[in-house]
Each structure stands twice: as structure tokens, then as C-alpha cells.
Nanobody, 126 residues
Framework: QVTLVESGGGLVQAGGSMRLSCAASGGTFTRYTMGWFRQAPGKEREFVAALRWGGGVTSYADYADSVKGRFVISRDNAKNALYLQMNNLKPEDTADYYC????????????????WGQGTQVTVSS
């Protein structure tokens, strides 16, 4: 029922910034927990950041320790869009980044997410 399309990936030098976007359709955007995950070659898909709703218009952000202070997750309900602003990028941030949606309030466990985008590549050079 929910379709997610990521965009904004590419090549950037270490220390630079990049913003990823995720366009959502087919569901009630405000009723889903929205998250970003990433997967590097030869490694498992890992949690990056998520936004969950806590009732009404209240939402809570959660970040992996590896990106705290560098990445910012946000959403635009009017546009049904999710964003990931990535600052001070490091070579270890290189991965395929995925947007995901869940009807659960659990933000970190990938098995709780029902819908996934196709991914967008981010390469950080040193």
C-alpha cells in the first residue's frame, strides 16, 4: 500500500554534506514511523535514524551512535516526504541508504518495517 522512492545520493568528499530525500505515497504518512537504514558491501543493513509519532502531532527522533551530532532526520507532512541531512561525512558512511515505513512505534528494529524503498547510493571519498 505504501511506495517509497529515495533520491539525493551520489559522490562526496569527506567532511562534506548531502541531503537524502524519500517520497512516500499510498498511505497516511503521519500515522507511520519513518526511518533510514544503510547497508555497506559485505555488511548487514543497519539502523541510521528514525522519526516516530507519540500521539497528536508529537514526534520523536532517534539516531544511531555513529551518526549522532552529524545527521538530522526530518519530515514534511504536506509533501509526504522524509529527509536525512548528512553533515561532516566520513568514508565509513559509504553505503546504500534505504527509506522505510512502519506501522509500529519501534524505531530501531528493521524487522518492524513493512515498506522499503529501492535505495540510493552514497559514496564518501577520502
Amino acid at each position: 500500500q505504501v511506495t517509497l522512492v529515495e533520491s539525493g545520493g551520489g559522490l562526496v568528499q569527506a567532511g562534506g554534506s548531502m541531503r537524502l530525500s524519500c517520497a512516500a505515497s499510498g498511505g497516511t504518512f503521519t500515522r507511520y514511523t519513518m526511518g533510514w537504514f544503510r547497508q555497506a558491501p559485505g555488511k548487514e543493513r543497519e539502523f541510521v535514524a528514525a522519526l516516530r509519532w507519540g500521539g497528536g502531532v508529537t514526534s520523536y527522533a532517534d539516531y544511531a551512535d555513529s551518526v549522532k551530532g552529524r545527521f538530522v532526520i526530518s519530515r514534511d507532512n504536506a509533501k509526504n516526504a522524509l529527509y536525512l541531512q548528512m553533515n561532516n561525512l566520513k568514508p565509513e558512511d559509504t553505503a546504500d541508504y534505504y527509506c522505510a515505513a512502519s506501522r509500529s512505534l519501534e524505531p530501531r528494529i528493521r524487522q518492524e518495517y513493512q515498506y522499503w524503498g529501492q535505495g540510493t547510493q552514497v559514496t564518501v571519498s577520502s
